[in-house]
Every structure is written in C-alpha cells, then in structure tokens.
Nanobody
C-alpha cells in the first residue's frame, strides 16, 4: 500500500509562485508514474502534470510553461513548481501514483491507484 502526503499549499497573489510536495511511502516510488491533479469548486478533477518513472513530463496547455513537475527518487518525493499563478489556478491539488511498473494513460485519473488527501491552493486577484 502506498500513502501519499501533499504539502506546500496556501494563499498567494496572482503572479506569485508556490511549490507543492508529495511524499510517498513504500519502496516502489521510483518504479511508479506520478501526477498532480486539481479540483476547483463545482468542477471535475483535472490533470495538471505527469511524470513517468523515466522522468518524462506531460502538461495540459492550461499550465504548460508555468508549472513544472519533478521527482526525487532518493527522497520518494514529487514536486510541482507553480509560477505565474492565476486566480483560475485556485483548487485543491492532489498527488496521484500509478501502481509500480504500470504505464497507463497519464492524464486519466482512473489510471491512478493511489491518491493523497489534497492541499488547497488559493490565488487572489
């Protein structure tokens, strides 16, 4: 069983930056594709960034060029650096992990087996 714990959320002004962290338990982190999703009030959860076990990265157009996902396998941690934040980035951000050695579609939440509890990001205008 994998446990994921997010941290780093908070309140920031538009144009500011935040870095989210997600610490994973267990010994299989380096073998798992990881991702960040977010869910704003009244909206469906959406894909924000993904990183494969080989550190290939994927982003939707809405955050490309502003957000960067990275991983540190020695620390069992995945990060999301968010720059040039906009009010529409306000949401609860979730870390997610696919099961080890599984390569599912990186942008579909149904392909992820483990989820964190989420961390709130609020961007004020």
């Amino acid at each position: 069983q994998v446990q994921l714990v997010e941290s780093g959320g908070g309140l920031v002004q538009a144009g500011g930056s935040l870095r989210l962290s997600c610490a994973a338990s267990g010994r299989t982190f380096s073998a798992s594709n990881m991702a960040w999703f977010r869910q704003a009030p009244g909206k469906e959860r959406e894909f924000v960034a993904g990183i494969t076990l080989r550190s290939n990265t994927y982003y939707p157009d809405s955050v490309k060029g502003r957000f960067t996902i990275s991983r540190d396998n020695a620390k069992n941690t995945v990060y999301l650096q968010m720059n040039s934040l906009k009010p529409e980035d306000t949401a609860v951000y979730y870390c997610a992990s696919q099961r080890p050695y599984y390569s599912g579609a990186y942008s579909l939440e149904g392909e992820y087996d483990y989820w964190g509890q989420g961390t709130q990001v609020t961007v004020s205008s």
